[in-house]
């Protein structure tokens, strides 16, 4: 019960700080101008024809996929700065041991604020996601092949880095956690291109970083899941013969890769449980 209790503490606390009111205030403008961008699709010509529809589908899809790795940054920023002040926040500010000198464990907070941030990101996510694929097809026709792939790869790519970043914040302070969370986002990414172009080259040893990058922190590989789950069968098929990218992905994740990315999230989790629990407040 005390662990619902700080989740829904943590939710009406985002709620009153207007955070979460600003962050799809914020979002909607930025759908709303993709949304123009892709009204201008279907009147597009290519060598003075105008487009197929398929070639607006296609168009569309490129379209699309760019602008949800833009959506993949702001999530995964949101998700780190979220995060990162949950716990160290608190001890910083002393609130935390005000809290825990009541009938409180600490497990019970961690848990507490990893619920009520994991629900914040899930309905950002949801109906960020949902109303960009909607205002595509309306203005396109173009949808893509696993809209529910999709939504999920990208929701469980922004509760990974959530997770990472709240064990950090058990240890360190808010501003270092949130800084490192970032960093490793952005350095997952350049191990997943640089494993592309192992491949590209038949290089295995380069190849290899990019494996060792979607075991280590999995959100390189979950982007790329969604990407899969996004885009054409073309693309799919570009990527087989070699050109594969942060853009295009030539399969879906395995269900080893599945398995392994919800053993990382109950590790983490554990382990910052077990951080917290061995810490001076």
């Given at each position: 019960?005390?662990?619902?209790?700080?989740?829904?503490?943590?939710?009406?606390?985002?709620?009153?700080?207007?955070?979460?009111?600003?962050?799809?205030?914020?979002?909607?403008?930025?759908?709303?101008?993709?949304?123009?961008g892709f009204s201008r699709v279907p009147s597009l010509h290519l060598a003075g024809h105008p487009l197929t529809q398929g070639e607006i589908h296609?168009?569309?899809?490129?379209?699309?996929?760019?602008?949800?790795?833009?959506?993949?940054?702001?999530?995964?920023?949101?998700?780190?700065?979220?995060?990162?002040?949950?716990?160290?926040?608190?001890?910083?500010?002393?609130?935390?041991?005000?809290?825990?000198?009541?009938p409180l464990r600490r497990r019970e907070l961690v848990l507490g604020r990893w619920l009520g941030l994991s629900l914040t990101i899930t309905v950002y996510t949801l109906l960020s996601t949902t109303l960009e694929f909607a205002l595509v097809r309306w203005t396109t026709g173009y949808w893509p092949p696993q809209v529910i792939a999709a939504e999920a790869a990208l929701l469980v790519e922004g509760l990974v880095l959530l997770t990472f970043t709240l064990a950090l914040s058990t240890r360190i302070s808010a501003i270092t956690a949130g800084v490192i969370a970032v960093i490793a986002f952005g350095a997952m990414w350049l191990?997943?291109?640089?494993?592309?172009?192992?491949?590209?080259?038949?290089?295995?040893?380069?190849?290899?970083?990019?494996?060792?990058?979607?075991?280590?922190?999995?959100?390189?590989?979950?982007?790329?899941?969604?990407?899969?789950?996004?885009?054409?069968?073309?693309?799919?098929?570009?990527?087989?013969?070699?050109?594969?990218?942060?853009?295009?992905?030539?399969?879906?994740?395995?269900?080893?890769?599945?398995v392994w990315v919800a053993l990382w999230m109950v590790v983490v989790l554990g382990l910052a449980l077990v951080s917290f629990e061995s810490r001076e407040a």
């Open positions: 019960m005390a662990t619902w209790v700080i989740a829904s503490l943590t939710w009406r606390e985002l709620v009153r700080r207007k955070l979460v009111v600003a962050l799809l205030a914020l979002t909607a403008i930025v759908i709303g101008v993709s949304g123009w296609t168009a569309a899809a490129q379209l699309l996929l760019l602008v949800m790795f833009m959506f993949s940054f702001v999530l995964a920023l949101t998700c780190a700065f979220l995060a990162a002040p949950a716990i160290a926040g608190e001890l910083e500010s002393g609130v935390a041991q005000g809290l825990l000198a009541r191990g997943g291109v640089a494993g592309a172009f192992g491949q590209v080259f038949h290089n295995a040893a380069i190849t290899n970083v990019g494996v060792i990058t979607h075991l280590l922190l999995p959100t390189d590989g979950l982007w790329h899941a969604a990407v899969y789950a996004m885009e054409p069968t073309s693309f799919a098929a570009a990527a087989i013969r070699g050109l594969n990218s942060s853009f295009e992905s030539a399969s879906g994740p395995t269900t080893w890769y599945l």
